[in-house]
């Protein structure tokens, strides 16, 4: 029997929960998702998909071939339960990002808020889909975060349609972006990469949540991995890291092979 879910499909995947009580079977994802209670600050969740090997990007060049009905699900429904989708601009260029689109599914699940969420972009050329920042409804405009060296023209062109936050500098700093989505009670957060962007979040301590489905398949070398770069760190793989930030796993789910992996900063 097929059901609508939160996420918008129509997909009857039962998801097995196993860990922390291994064996329940069909677990309902949104009680299983849901961001903390009462929260006063931004809370950054990150979404991302990785193969069974590490790699973020497939052949495509974007994460397509990594995701599965369930991946879709599970993003669907993260979506949905988000006040702001928060993205680099390479990916919003590599996947076509536009504005997010309502779902029925929703209706419960964001009562009493927009009936979908924000986007907000970070891009220093403002290289970004016309359709991101020109589409998208008053209600949720999309936020773009660049720096005062980004292109003027460009610049004006976005501000009409778009809320554009200029920083000083010649980096958006995750904490620029954490500070305009607090003054904007923008508290439940979904950054869906690339791996660049969450690199810095990463790296500046910022990243509360990282919800990670592992697909069952094998890319080899090459594929960059879910956190790759970021500032000053260009030979990444010729240094060790600089810190390791302790995580605790919150949940372990599987369907149809894949793995969903919930884990907040310790
Ligand atoms: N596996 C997954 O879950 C997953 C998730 C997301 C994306 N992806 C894949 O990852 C690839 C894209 O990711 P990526 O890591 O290359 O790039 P990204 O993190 O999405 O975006 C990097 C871009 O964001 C802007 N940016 C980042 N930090 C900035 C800062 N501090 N100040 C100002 N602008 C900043 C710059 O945009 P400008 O270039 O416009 O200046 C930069 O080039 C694609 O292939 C995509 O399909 C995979």
Redesign the pocket.
Same mark, same amino acid.
């Given at each position: 029997m097929s059901s609508t879910h939160t996420d918008g499909t129509n997909t009857p995947t039962a998801f097995r929960e196993l860990l922390p009580s291994p064996g329940g079977a069909d677990v309902d994802l949104t009680a299983a998702y849901a961001y903390p209670e009462g929260l006063d600050r931004p809370w950054i969740r990150a979404?991302? *998909?990785?193969s069974t090997d590490g790699g973020?990007?497939g052949p495509s060049?974007? /994460?397509l071939e990594?995701s599965s009905g369930p991946d879709r699900r599970v993003l669907g429904l993260l979506r949905g339960l988000c006040d702001v989708v928060l *993205?680099?601009?390479?990916?919003?260029?590599? %996947?076509g990002y536009g504005p997010v689109r309502a779902r029925k599914a929703w209706t419960e699940l964001r009562a009493g808020r927009t009936p979908t969420p924000a986007v907000a972009v970070?891009?220093?050329?403002?290289?970004?889909p016309e359709k991101l920042w020109k589409e998208a409804p008053g209600y949720a405009r999309t936020l773009v975060?660049?720096?005062a060296e980004s292109p003027v023209r460009r610049r004006r062109a976005v501000e009409e349609y778009a809320d554009v936050v200029v920083v000083d500098g %010649? /980096?958006?700093?995750?904490a620029h972006v954490v500070e305009a989505l607090a003054e904007r009670g923008l508290y439940r957060v979904l950054t %869906?990469?690339?791996?660049?962007?969450?690199? %810095?979040f990463v790296g500046a301590g910022l990243l509360d949540e990282l919800c990670l489905?592992l697909s069952p398949l094998l890319l080899g070398p090459g594929a960059?991995r879910?956190v790759?770069?970021g500032?000053g760190a260009r030979e990444v793989s010729a240094h060790a890291p600089a810190q390791s930030t302790p995580v605790r796993l919150a949940h372990l789910l599987e369907a149809q092979g894949s793995l969903f992996a919930r884990y907040t900063r310790d």
């Open positions: 979404n991302m *998909v990785a973020a990007v060049g974007r /994460s990594l *993205v680099g601009a390479a990916t919003a260029r590599a %996947e970070v891009s220093r050329s403002l290289d970004l975060f660049t720096t %010649e /980096s958006v700093r995750p %869906e990469g690339g791996p660049h962007l969450l690199a %810095e489905t960059p879910i790759a770069g500032p």
